[in-house]
């Protein structure tokens, strides 16, 4: 469709822009409805709202970002300073925290629902403009490794209430790895190995193994990393094979100290064990990621991609003289997540509008049809009153495609015997009542 | 505050950039409801969700704009388009529907909460980032002028609930002044005398007179134009009076008939007669209203200016062929009404966290804790789990600074006996219950 200007001549495409997901009203009221049940399940656990800008100075995006990411940023240029559109939710959070320390009690729990913009090139699944449901939690000085746990849980919570079939959290941490490359004498390679199997889900065993081979490692350490990182079985037994390996490292047994930690409190948590399942291959891109790391997977798609990511970090948040304030969370991309959720049936557009109740005068004092109106909606009956005066089959029409389940219309006989009639619009049911009834009808259904 | 670079040993400001207002959680928690309290009355006169993105094309945006808009938009440049931030809402929608038309069904009511932008110099109660709650409803073709009355009751309605004191919504419509000036013959200043007349509330009419003066009207068009538009008394009144004046100009006669025929709906509307009052000098900044035009002003600060503003556009939309989608609306700035609001305890920032209950482990097996955590929060009761092994004194004291109203202990003792130690932060009573009649205490409070 196209726009007309004002003064020129010229029409302008209205299309969304390209890898902006711009809903219907149903799929809108779906995708609100599942954002407020994320919602609700982060504040039952007792983490509060933040809600910061999408403008950002440039400096502070930059100062964290690393990467790709950075090409990806949005950038202002306006007056005296170098704006940027957020990426994340985490560096503002950051950010924040770093501002307003002194006022904020700690462990501080918060969470962010809130769009974030990236200059991708577009590509199914890949949005310039979308939302992130964010999580974390921050600690002054210390943080217990309990609160990785926790954050898992909340994961595992989430998707059990969104109904999307099965899924994992596949857990690992960074410094078990970093660890086995010490003891391999390969910590200067580090990033670059750990971002090679960062790959791992995405591109096999095959490719990591080539990537590996041009970053120049002998064979035997890229087999002695491939084996590494491929061990696998239940969580137990990925850990008794780890303590077997008897590695020498200060880093590879705090890593394995704390990853025990972690699941033993998820048993605590009653996390059900097919729903988290340690995976050495997991290590996250972002460089602020310092213990726990993880990734979500829906076992029946794995090509979907992590639907819901996060982990821990010792030292975003540093910048105030000694102060230490570490912190764990995890991000679900909930807009990605709705194409695809929609696709396999796992969420379905509202049928029906918000509505439940359209008024319709055949009078044309409103005195009458206001009243009801305002009366129902004190009962939180949304209603609405047509106030168009065209054809009565075109006011039904408008009911039926909202998919509104009751019309009460208001005429002059109505008006005369102090009743209304509603008609129920599932099974076309018509009957004239009084004002006690017609509340009891409406609330009831 | 400062950031530390991951890279650099340079220290960045963590301040929030200037004119955009960082909320702390118990403001943003006010804030959030305040938000939610605005949404729910807006779903009950069956007002839908919509939800664009920031982003749009600046050529869009530019086409609508128009003065002094155009200097404060942010413009971005990346990749092939042109892109820049809303400025606000309305525009945005108005692509929306030329975009989707077919797919919506009239008439259309739609409901927006989101942020816009606007490089303004930043003054007190301006802001560079801030909330719009927009509400619109298009017809396809036509659409009755019940509607302009119907978003005025909504306005009434949102300040009513939002409980901030005596208010007045000001309305006028456009053509009485235009048909006004075209019976002086002044149509093609008429852009000029009501950008001119529109700054009445702020400067005052000697200003008016000034300004009026620089258009080069003769004094005595100068004395009609401030003698009609300082016409007041009770509604009926005014209407009266304009009747009297008996101009011979179309454009008047409709507007003045248009805008009977709204006050009339307000009535059948019931909103009380002191909320609402015909004033000519309103006339709304933007090019696009076509019809009634109204601003909101608190009775006792008109110096906030208007609170709430729209009006009628029956050109907006244009764009497809010969199809006409008029439409009316109003936006609320809530950004810019929080921090006076506050500032009048109009509104309060949030004594309580959302959290209800803070769970205290004092074993280290948390399968207890985290099984009373899972029932309070099923109940609707949000719980936190206190997870760091601190001093006791130091949870209490986390939980008296988040005002959390109750904090249950869980220690050797409550697990050998299956009992719980609740303990009310108000009152300071304590008592070792069992489960039920913990559940009870916690949902009675």
């Not at 009243?371 to 089959?393: C, H, Q, T, Y």
Request: net charge neutral.
């Amino acid at each position: 469709m196209f726009f007309k200007m004002f003064r020129q001549k010229k029409t302008l495409s209205t299309r969304a822009l390209q890898g902006i997901l711009e809903l219907l009203p149903k799929d809108q009221i779906a995708f609100d409805k599942m954002k407020s049940k994320i919602q609700n399940i982060y504040e039952s656990f007792g983490y509060i709202p933040l809600d910061t800008s999408v403008l950002e100075r440039e400096e502070i995006l930059l100062a964290k970002a690393g990467g790709d990411t950075e090409k990806e940023i949005y950038r202002i240029k306006k007056g005296d300073n170098d704006l940027a559109l957020r990426f994340d939710l985490t560096i503002p959070f950051a950010r924040y925290v770093c501002e307003h320390s002194r006022e904020l009690n700690f462990p501080f729990r918060k969470y962010q629902i809130g769009r974030v913009y990236r200059g991708e090139r577009p590509q199914r699944g890949r949005y310039r403009d979308f939302y992130q449901c964010d999580i974390d939690v921050v600690g002054d000085g210390e943080l217990s490794l309990k609160y990785d746990a926790e954050i898992i849980n909340i994961i595992y919570t989430t998707f059990s209430k969104l109904n999307i079939g099965p899924f994992v959290v596949k857990i690992s941490n960074r410094k078990i790895l970093n660890g086995f490359l010490e003891s391999l004498n390969l910590q200067d390679r580090a990033p670059y190995v750990l971002r090679i199997i960062d790959k791992m889900a995405k591109i096999g065993a095959d490719k990591v193994r080539e990537l590996l081979q041009k970053e120049k490692l002998s064979v035997d350490q890229m087999n002695e990393i491939l084996d590494f990182v491929s061990v696998a079985g239940t969580n137990l037994n990925v850990l008794a094979k780890l303590q077997s390996l008897n590695i020498e490292n200060d880093t590879f047994k705090s890593g394995l100290d704390e990853l025990v930690q972690v699941i033993n409190c998820l048993e605590d948590f009653d996390v059900p064990s097919d729903y988290f399942k340690i995976d050495l291959t997991i290590v996250r891109g972002l460089d602020y990621y310092s213990g726990t790391v993880f990734e979500t997977f829906l076992v029946e798609d794995t090509g979907l991609g992590s639907i819901c990511s996060g982990g821990r970090y010792e030292t975003l948040l540093s910048g105030f003289g000694d102060r230490k304030i570490p912190g764990v969370g995890a991000g679900l991309g909930l807009t990605r997540l709705f194409v695809p959720f929609k696709e396999k049936g796992l969420i379905k557009s509202e049928e029906k509008t918000l509505t439940r109740v359209l008024i319709v005068p055949l009078i044309s004092d409103l005195k009458k049809p206001s009243i009801l109106a305002r009366g129902l909606r004190s009962r939180g009956i949304n209603s609405e009153i047509f106030l168009d005066e065209v054809p009565m089959k075109k006011k039904l029409n408008y009911a039926n495609k909202q998919a509104i389940p009751f019309v009460v219309i208001i005429g002059d006989d109505e008006v005369a015997t102090d009743t209304f009639t509603v008609k129920n619009m599932n099974t076309g049911e018509q009957q004239r009542v009084a004002l006690d009834s017609l509340y009891r009808i409406l609330s009831a259904n």
